[in-house]
Every structure is written in structure tokens, then in C-alpha cells.
């Protein structure tokens, strides 16, 4: 099992931007396929974005497709999901979450965080 600590959740206006971080232990990072997955209030979860060990594969939903960057730093244990233009329709839990690539984008993870608050006001 890996551990998984997210950080960078908070309040925000539309428009603004926050960088989520989720540490990572109990594994070697870089060869982990680590996601970002999302529950808005009242509603089911959903995939955000998923990046794969090597970097080289990545996910975007649609809903965050060209405003969300998700990135990792082997060297810190660390995946990032950058979020610019934030919009109030972006409010949610957002969890890191390791598994395969495919189990992440397919919202079948079964390793997560403890999760982190975003919430975004008009």
C-alpha cells in the first residue's frame, strides 16, 4: 500500500489558480502511475487527470482539458495538478490516487489519499 498525502486545497475566486501536491511513500515514486480524481458536492467522483511512471502517458478530463496541468517530481515523491481558471463548477474533494494507468482513468483506483478541499466561489 502506498501513502498518500495531498496538499494546496483551499478557497479560491473564479479565475484564480491553486497546485494541489500528493506525497507519496511506501513504494519507489518513479514507478508509480499516480492520478487526480475528484468529488464535487452532493455528486459521484471523476476522474481529473492521470500521468503514468514515466510521464509519458496523461489524461486530462474534458472538464479541465487545457486549464489543469498535472505533473510529478520523482525526486520529491511528488505528483502536482496544477489549476488555472478555476471555475466554481471545479468545487470538490480532490484525491491522489495510485493504481495502473488504466484502472486510474478508468476510476477503478483502489489506493487513495485522505483527499483535499477545493472550493471555488463566483
Known amino acids: 500500500q502506498v501513502q498518500l498525502v495531498e496538499s494546496g486545497g483551499g478557497l479560491a475566486q473564479a479565475g484564480d489558480s491553486l497546485r494541489l501536491s500528493c506525497a507519496a511513500s511506501g513504494r519507489p515514486f518513479s514507478m508509480l502511475d499516480m492520478g487526480w480524481i475528484r468529488q464535487p458536492p452532493g455528486k459521484g467522483r471523476e476522474v481529473v487527470s492521470a500521468?503514468?511512471?514515466?510521464?509519458?502517458?496523461?489524461y486530462y478530463a474534458d472538464s479541465v482539458r487545457g486549464r489543469f496541468t498535472i505533473s510529478r517530481e520523482n525526486a520529491k515523491n511528488t505528483v502536482y495538478l496544477q489549476m488555472n481558471s478555476l471555475k466554481p463548477e471545479d468545487t470538490a474533494v480532490y484525491y491522489c490516487?495510485?493504481?495502473?494507468?488504466?484502472?486510474?482513468?478508468?476510476?477503478?483506483?483502489?489506493?487513495w489519499g485522505q483527499g483535499t478541499q477545493v472550493t471555488v466561489s463566483s
Open positions: 500521468i503514468s511512471w514515466t510521464g509519458r502517458n496523461i
Open positions: 490516487a495510485v493504481d495502473t494507468f488504466p484502472n486510474l482513468i478508468r476510476l477503478k483506483a483502489t489506493n
